[in-house]
C-alpha cells in the first residue's frame, strides 16, 4: 500500500490490485464515472450499454470517414491535437447527428479545441473552457427536451442512446450533462491513445519499411505502456480488509495501471514498448487500461477498435515519422503525450524520402 499525498491508498501489488478492482465487496453502490448524475447502477450500466451498442453499429460509418479525412491533413501536422482533432471529425455525426440544429454542433466543435476534452494549462483557458461546456449543455439540454417531446426512436447519435436509456425522472439538463460525460470519454481516451500509438511505434521503427506489427498490437501496447487513466478509485461504502490492513467506510482505494503494466514481477522487459509481445500470450501480465471487474468500460473493445482503424488510415500507403518526440507524459486527466509533429509522406514523397530526400 502506498499513502497518496491527496489521501488515499494507492494498491501497488499486482494480485491485491486485481482483487480490488474484481472483487464485488470493493465494487458496491454506483460507479464514479458519472458522479451523482444517474439515480441507480443499473440506469448507470444500461446508458454505458446503449452508448457502446450504438457505436459499435456505427463503426462502418467511422471507417469511412477515416480515408478522407486522413487525406485531408497536411504533410506536418502538430499533435496530439491533430489526433484529438482527426476522431473528433470521423465521431462528429455519430455523437449529434447531422440534422441537429448547427449551434449545437457548433458548440461541441469548439468544446475540442477549447479545454473541454482536455482540461486546459492556463486559468483563462479553463475559465473560456468553462463558458464553452455552459453553452454546449444549454444546447444539448434543449435538443434533449425537443427529442423527448416528439419521441426517441431508433437512435441516430450518443444523445439519443443515451436519452434511450436514462431513466425518464431523469431532467433533460442531465441528460445532456451525461451526454458530454460520454462525449468527452470517447474523444479524450481515444485521440490521446491514438497519438501514443502514433509517437511510439514511430521512435521504434526507424527503417523505410512498413510498421512490422498489427494495428491492433500497437494499439494494446500502447494502453499498456502509457496508458490514458492513470488512476482508478474505489470508494469503500462500507469497511473493509485488503491485504491485511483495515480500512473504513469512505476510505479510498486506487489502483495505477501505469504501475500494474510496468511491474517486473508479471511483464517482460515491462519498460520496453514492444506490440509483438501481444502474439505471445505468456509474456503478458494484468492489463487493466480500462479497468476491470464490475466498474470495467463497457466499451473497452470499441475504443480500441476505432484507435486501429485510425491508425491503420494513418499508416496506408504512407511512411510516418516524427520530430520532437518524447515518451514522457503529461498527466491532465490522464496521460497525454507532450507535443511532437508527425509527418506523413505518400506516393512520390515518400520515397523521395526514403531515398535521402529531405524531410518535409
Known amino acids: 500500500m502506498i499513502q497518496l499525498p491527496w489521501g488515499g491508498w494507492c494498491v501497488s501489488d499486482a494480485d491485491l490490485a486485481q482483487a480490488l478492482l474484481r472483487s464485488p465487496e470493493f465494487n458496491a453502490g454506483r460507479s464514479g464515472f458519472f458522479a451523482d448524475l444517474l439515480p441507480t447502477r443499473t440506469a448507470q450500466v444500461e446508458v454505458g450499454h446503449a452508448v457502446r451498442n450504438f457505436l459499435r453499429k456505427r463503426l462502418p460509418q467511422y471507417r469511412a470517414a477515416l480515408a478522407p479525412a486522413v487525406a485531408e491533413l497536411p504533410v506536418a501536422t502538430r499533435w496530439p491535437a491533430a489526433g484529438t482533432g482527426l476522431v473528433y471529425q470521423c465521431l462528429a455525426d455519430l455523437l449529434l447527428h447531422p440534422g441537429t440544429p448547427a449551434a449545437a454542433r457548433r458548440w461541441m466543435t469548439q468544446a475540442v479545441h477549447g479545454g473541454v476534452v482536455f482540461r486546459a494549462p492556463h486559468a483563462w483557458q479553463r475559465a473560456r473552457a468553462e463558458l464553452l461546456r455552459a453553452r454546449l449543455v444549454a444546447a444539448v439540454t434543449e435538443q434533449a427536451r425537443q427529442r423527448r417531446q416528439h419521441g426517441v426512436g431508433e437512435a441516430r447519435d450518443v444523445l439519443d442512446a443515451v436519452l434511450g436509456a436514462c431513466p425518464d425522472e431523469v431532467t433533460d439538463r442531465t441528460v445532456a450533462e451525461v451526454h458530454l460525460t460520454m462525449f468527452r470519454s470517447i474523444v479524450a481516451p481515444v485521440g490521446a491513445t491514438l497519438a501514443w500509438s502514433v509517437l511510439l511505434a514511430c521512435l521504434h521503427h526507424l527503417d523505410d519499411s512498413p510498421w512490422p506489427w498489427p494495428a491492433d498490437q500497437i494499439v494494446r501496447e500502447a494502453l499498456r505502456h502509457r496508458p490514458m487513466v492513470w488512476m482508478l478509485g474505489r470508494t469503500l461504502t462500507r469497511s473493509a480488509e485488503l491485504g491485511g490492513t483495515a480500512f473504513d467506510d469512505g476510505d479510498l482505494l486506487s489502483v495505477s495501471p501505469y504501475l500494474l503494466h510496468h511491474d517486473k514481477q508479471h511483464w517482460t522487459d515491462p519498460a520496453v514498448f514492444r506490440p509483438g509481445r501481444w502474439a505471445e500470450p505468456d509474456e503478458c501480465g494484468p492489463y ?68 535521402g530526400g529531405e524531410q518535409p
Open 288 to 355: 487493466v487500461p480500462f479497468g476491470a471487474g464490475p466498474f470495467a468500460c463497457p466499451g473497452a473493445s470499441v475504443a480500441r477498435t476505432l484507435i486501429a482503424e485510425a491508425l491503420i488510415a494513418l499508416a496506408d500507403d504512407a511512411r510516418l515519422t516524427v520530430t520532437g518526440g518524447d515518451t514522457r507524459a503529461i498527466r491532465i486527466e490522464g496521460n497525454v503525450p507532450r507535443p511532437f509533429v508527425l509527418h506523413r509522406a505518400t506516393g512520390q514523397q515518400a520515397t523521395t524520402t526514403s531515398e
